[in-house]
């Protein structure tokens, strides 16, 4: 496990967690289309052996995060560029506060 990379990525982790608890349409909506992507990905580790935290697959192979919560995570984007962020994290901040 790589804390150093998790630490760098807490709020983004922590976005995709709270997405995936906390369910709203539109984040679903933008999920599944970004889970659509990573399915056909040469990328997808289905069985868990790059994950970052293990048990958490199907999870990227290239960066390692859970699928589940990277793609619930809206200001996270694909490492080899596949899809986006939707906002910045400064962004994701004022909603919270919302």
């Known amino acids: 496990m790589n804390l150093k990379k998790i630490w760098k990525n807490r709020k983004s982790i922590y976005e995709g967690i709270k ?19 990573c399915e056909e990905c040469a990328e997808i580790d289905l069985k868990g052996s790059e994950c970052e935290m293990p048990g958490t697959q199907p999870c990227c192979g290239n960066c390692g995060c859970s699928l589940a919560f990277k793609t619930r995570a809206l200001s996270a984007e694909c490492p080899i560029g596949e899809w986006k962020a939707l906002m910045t994290e400064k962004e994701e901040d004022k909603l919270g506060e919302l």
Do not use: G
Not at 19 to 37: G, L, Q, T
């Open 19 to 37: 997405n995936s608890v906390i369910r709203d349409e539109y984040v679903e909506d933008v999920s599944a289309k970004r889970m659509a992507i």
